[in-house]
């Protein structure tokens, strides 16, 4: 069975793996920043979802519509191919959502989650620009829209970075293939709101940019609403944290990673 294209990083005296989930539009090149700090202490699997990166050719056997459900078994089905029945999860922006999937689907395959950059849930003016992408995708080419959209959700000079990435690796995205992943905007806001009333089953931690206008209310409320989520923000950063602060983000998940993965040992895991 072909199964998506991935990069690893294994050392033999690491035991634990980070499964990196990248939000949509990107790839794995979204955590190069991460790489170098992380593989020191654990083994790393870094996915191209399907139509991302080298998966841009990987397709869904029988299939013409895309769910955010499909898009969490594709990541199950390599973790199978490769032997990894547990493991920490990493999401940046949309990625967080395919993890809640993936939770759903096979909750004992999650040691913990490090969520940046979260999209718990969408206020009504993302909302409405989500809808408008959809209305203008058909009138705008796509990667013209993709970039009007990151300017809007990236704004600031100190995100330039991340959002030169993402407009770059978008660029790559097959036209059809955009597409179909803007197909998954229609089941979006039912998702958000059912998984806004449900915790995350393993400990968690949240980052957050202080300037990400788009998604910070919601990850507020959703640690006050399940305050054991471990919410934690950045000041002067917007959306994607792990770029844009990257030091600072490794910092702290790393921190939170190693302390559970201690936890784990002291208990007998």
Known sequence: ??????????????????????????????????????????????????????SKDFKTP?????????????VLDLLDELGISEAHFLGISMGSLIIREI???????????????????????????????VFLSDIIPYHKLYQMVAWILMPYENHK????????????????????WLGLLAELKSKLDLYFNIP????????MGGQDFAFLKHSIRYSEKFPFIN???????????????????NRRTLSFLLKEVSLKKQAGF
């Not at 029988?62 to 594709?74: C, E, I, P, R, W």
């Not at 995350?200 to 980052?207: F, S």
Request: charge should be positive; glycine fraction near 8%; hydrophobic fraction near 40%.
């Open 103 to 133: 939770e759903q689907i096979r909750p004992g395959i999650i040691k913990s989650v490090v969520i940046g950059g979260g999209i718990m849930n969408l206020n009504r003016r993302t909302h409405l620009l989500f809808k408008a992408g």
């Open 200 to 207: 995350v089953g393993k400990p968690t931690l949240m980052i």
């Open 161 to 180: 970075v991340a959002r030169r990435l993402f407009i770059r690796e978008a660029k790559n995205i097959r036209e059809e293939a955009f597409k179909l």
């Open 62 to 74: 029988g299939d013409d519509k895309l769910s955010f459900t499909q898009v969490a078994t594709n």
């Open 231 to 249: 919410l934690q923000i950045l000041p002067r950063c917007g959306h994607v944290c792990n770029i844009e602060q990257a030091e600072e983000f």
């Open 1 to 54: 069975m072909k199964t998506l294209s991935y990069e690893i990083f294994t050392r033999p005296e690491n035991s634990d793996w980070i499964i990196f989930i990248h939000g949509a539009g990107g790839s794995s090149k979204t955590f190069g920043r991460q790489v170098a700090a992380f593989r020191k202490y654990f083994n790393l699997l870094l996915p191209d979802l399907q139509d991302h990166g080298n």
